[in-house]
Nanobody, 123 residues
């Protein structure tokens, strides 16, 4: 089992920045990929960014490419999502997820999820 706990969400003005954290515990060595997804009200959960545990592969949704950066601190077992130049359309609950085998952009293929953290971009 892997436990994931997100933090760092909040209210920010358009153009601002936030850094989300996802602390992983448990059998983290079994996780092949770590990812961030987001879900806005009335919409499906959508892929934001992922990296493989070895950090060999990183991938971003087109909507966040160039503005968001995913990174991992191996010593702390924490995955970060640095979000810059935030837009109102980035408003959503952001979830951290872990996958045991391979990597995917599809939420249903992930094995473990955090509880989510709210990000609101508004003036």
């Amino acid at each position: 089992q892997v436990q994931l706990v997100e933090s760092g969400g909040g209210l920010v003005q358009p153009g601002g920045s936030l850094r989300l954290s996802c602390a992983a515990s448990g059998r983290t060595g079994s996780s092949y990929a770590l990812a961030w997804f987001r879900q806005a009200p009335g919409k499906d959960r959508a892929f934001v960014a992922l990296l493989t545990y070895s950090v060999i592969t990183k991938s971003y949704a087109d909507t966040v490419k160039g503005r968001f950066t995913i990174a991992k601190d191996n010593a702390k077992n924490v995955v970060y999502l640095q979000m810059n130049s935030l837009k109102p359309e980035d408003t959503a609950v952001y979830y951290c997820a872990a996958k045991n085998r391979g990597y995917s952009l599809t939420p249903a293929e992930y094995d473990y999820w955090g509880q989510g953290t709210q990000v609101t971009v508004s003036s």
